[in-house]
């Protein structure tokens, strides 16, 4: 089924939805909402997605990378795949993960587009909903151009960097969400990665809980 075979059984306003993000949009805030040098705590958030059904699972760790909390949501999804609102099917989960911890991260990275997006992505979403500094990784990029092979920019104006964290591997798209900066969007994506993993060690940890849940709730 395509997008507006979708669009059409689920009866969306698609419109609305992007007046919706792009009003959003404008509280993103590109400065860094404190020293990220003296983060204590890092969350990161991995879901998975079996059939109607969505695991939202979230760790903390320190910069030891020992993980301090984790949490997971199993919901049911109620919006269709639709490549730019992404959000809307996976963020009610993300969200009620994220309430159930006992304590906030100073910062979220999250698997999916930041600033990078068209009007309003995954992780600029989540930032401006939970009121936490989030940085966005996309393994694909669909909007913006490649300047010398490491700037994203779209509209004349840097608003992601490209990372080759892993020899012969595709790179990652780094793009803040919202309450970081580009640069320190890059560089602690950058400091967090642990050979021979090609995401940063916090993901990688939410990867391997969000499996663990999975395997448990036997899903």
Request: glycine share 6%; hydrophobic share 40%.
């Amino acid at each position: 089924m395509d997008e507006q075979e979708l669009i059409k059984k689920y009866g969306l306003d698609i419109e609305a939805l992007k007046k919706e993000q792009i009003k959003m949009a404008k509280s993103i805030i590109l400065k860094d909402a404190m020293d990220f040098s003296l983060i204590s705590r890092i969350g990161a958030i991995e879901n998975i997605l079996v059939g109607n059904s969505i695991i939202s699972a979230i760790i903390i760790c320190d910069k030891e990378f020992n993980i301090l909390e984790q949490q997971y949501f199993l919901d049911k999804l109620r919006f269709p795949y639709l490549s730019e609102f992404r959000s809307y099917r996976e963020l009610p989960a993300m969200i009620q993960a994220f309430n159930k911890l006992n304590e906030r991260p100073d910062l979220v990275i999250i698997k999916g587009h930041g600033v990078t997006h068209p009007r309003l992505g995954l992780a600029s979403h989540f930032a401006l909903l939970s009121n936490t500094p989030t940085i966005g990784i996309a393994e694909k990029l669909f909007d913006g151009d490649i300047i010398e092979k490491e700037d994203i920019t779209k509209d004349n104006k840097k608003v992601g960097m490209v990372l080759q964290t892993k020899e012969k591997a595709n790179p990652l798209y780094v793009s803040p969400g919202s309450g970081v900066s580009l640069v320190s969007a890059y560089n602690l994506v950058r400091n967090n990665v642990i050979p021979p993993h090609k995401l940063p060690q916090p993901l990688h940890l939410a990867h391997k809980y969000a499996r663990q849940v999975k395997n448990e709730l036997k899903l």
